[in-house]
T-cell receptor, first 116, second 112 residues
Framework: GQQLNQSPQSMFIQEGEDVSMNCTSS?????WLWYKQDPGEGPVLLIA?????ELTSNGRLTAQFGITRKDSFLNISASIPSDVGIYFC????????????????FGKGTHLIIQP | EAQVTQNPRYLITVTGKKLTVTCSQN?????MSWYRQDPGLGLRQIYY???????DKGDVPEGYKVSRKEKRNFPLILESPSPNQTSLYFC???????????FGPGTRLTVL
């Protein structure tokens, strides 16, 4: 399948700090999705992006669809303890690029750890 | 409450003993899929279904079967489980193909 490079792999931050993570690929995507997974739970959709250059917020979270359509970033402002978890990006390929019926490829995740 | 449910949440079994993990959604979604999650490998799609009686292989289908006899249910069947199928499994659904998917809580399977 297609490769998505998600970085960083893990982040150790202090409560109150801002967080930034990103996903890049050599492929062009039609849609970028950001999910969060809490321990022992399934991924929960945070933000969906559908257009190049689109900037979307969900509370303290902001995500952008890169202008080249090959990347996306997620920012979390003023982190709090409940932000701890694994954040996944997922890119959806255009139909003509194949990748299965849904053309969805996941990054390997960013582990966010908040130090007291 | 709109949700995807999976059962069981935890399962320990032995090699070769057939098992089924159930998945059900109450959102009238057409598209459903199964993933496995392994350390360092992320989420990989096993099978997906575009609608009732329509299923197809994902990236890692070997050793798995699925069926979609009703819109709300999409069971994952392991006819003869092996230790390399020890993993965390997620069912997901979306209203239509190529829409954002909603995930179930996961089933942690251990095959001894």
């Amino acid at each position: 399948g297609q490769q998505l490079n998600q970085s960083p792999q893990s982040m150790f931050i202090q409560e109150g700090e801002d967080v930034s993570m990103n996903c890049t690929s050599s492929s062009i995507f039609n849609t970028w999705l950001w999910y969060k997974q809490d321990p022992g739970e399934g991924p929960v959709l945070l933000i969906a992006l559908y257009k190049a250059g689109e900037l979307t917020s969900n509370g303290r979270l902001t995500a952008q669809f890169g202008i080249t359509r090959k990347d996306s970033f997620l920012n979390i402002s003023a982190s709090i303890p409940s932000d701890v978890g694994i954040y996944f990006c997922a890119g959806q390929l255009p139909r003509y690029s194949g990748g299965g019926a849904d053309g969805l490829t996941f990054g390997k995740g960013t582990h966010l750890i908040i130090q007291p | 409450e709109a949700q995807v449910t999976q059962n069981p949440r935890y399962l320990i079994t032995v090699t070769g003993k057939k098992l089924t993990v159930t998945c059900s959604q109450n959102m009238n979604h057409e598209y459903m899929s199964w993933y496995r999650q392994d350390p360092g490998l992320g989420l990989r799609q096993i099978y997906y279904s575009m609608n009732v009686e329509v299923t197809d292989k994902g990236d890692v289908p070997e050793g798995y079967k699925v069926s979609r006899k009703e819109k709300r249910n999409f069971p994952l069947i392991l006819e003869s489980p092996s230790p390399n199928q020890t993993s965390l499994y997620f069912c997901a659904s979306s209203l239509l193909n190529r829409e954002p998917q909603y995930f179930g809580p996961g089933t942690r399977l251990t095959v001894l």
